[in-house]
């Protein structure tokens, strides 16, 4: 069964990086078969997409995040990593997630459990 | 604002029947497959239909999608108490080439 988990810094400051990394088990992430991606979900407000890639292929971003993302593979580790420059509006909770084929415009059909990242200083 | 609009909320009777409507435009869900994802609160989403209509494995028949034109609607049959939850519906935007998703309904049953 293929779980993700997320992990990294709970609190960081504005003006800061947030990195944050997912771990993938029980599949490859170097299969061509899916796209890997990253949503958030500030409290009590709805989901927002901040974008999703693929093993040897293109990556695709929100693009009112486009200017402050940046989303990577690291194959030898099964991981994929998200590093946002944020402000206060980036508290939100974190999920990592995998869509259903080899294709961004697919369902999303497994997430991580989420991490809370608060900005502040 | 999102893409996608959605009911703010939506509220019935245990054993009833509820729709929840999701309205995009043509470069979304005009053009592309909808999906439908089900946030109890204080857990992740969790897939309920692919492809407008499709049921993942392990998701009962009363959760249903369709979708006509540029909007697509979800419904449950024989709602519980345990449906009680946040619905969000989600699609690819082919212009931008990004995933939207609706700002979310949440489903009370009374």
């Known amino acids: 069964q293929l779980q993700l988990q997320e992990s990294g810094p709970g609190l960081v400051k504005p003006s800061e990086t947030l990195s944050l990394t997912c771990t993938v088990s029980?599949?490859?992430?170097?299969?061509?078969?899916?796209?890997w991606g990253w949503i958030r979900q500030p409290p009590g407000k709805g989901l927002e997409w901040i974008g999703s890639?693929?093993?040897?292929?293109?990556t695709y971003y929100n693009p009112s995040l486009k200017s402050r993302v940046t989303i990577s593979l690291d194959t030898s580790k099964n991981q994929f990593s998200l590093k946002l420059s944020v402000t206060a509006a980036d508290t939100s909770v974190y999920y990592c997630?995998?869509?259903?084929?080899?294709?961004?415009?697919?369902?999303?059909?497994?997430w991580g459990q989420g991490t809370l990242v608060t900005v502040s200083s | 604002q999102s893409v996608l609009t959605q009911p703010p909320s939506v509220s019935t009777a245990p054993g009833q029947k509820v729709t929840i409507s999701c309205s995009g435009s043509?470069?979304?869900?005009?053009?592309?497959?909808v999906s439908w994802y089900q946030q109890v609160p204080g857990t992740a989403p969790k897939l309920l239909i692919y492809?407008?209509?499709k049921r993942p494995s392990g998701i009962p028949d009363r959760f249903s999608g369709s979708k006509s034109g540029t909007s697509a609607t979800l419904g449950i049959t024989g709602l519980q108490t345990g449906d009680e939850a946040d619905y969000y519906c989600?699609?690819?935007?082919?212009?931008?080439?990004?995933?939207?998703f609706g700002g979310g309904t949440k489903l009370t049953v009374l």
């Open positions: 890639l693929y093993y040897g292929g293109s």
């Open positions: 043509s470069s979304n869900i005009g053009k592309n497959y």
């Open positions: 989600g699609t690819w935007d082919s212009s931008p080439s990004a995933w939207v």
């Open positions: 029980g599949g490859s992430i170097s299969s061509s078969n899916y796209y």
């Open positions: 997630a995998r869509h259903g084929r080899a294709a961004p415009s697919t369902w999303i059909d497994y």
């Open positions: 492809d407008n209509d």
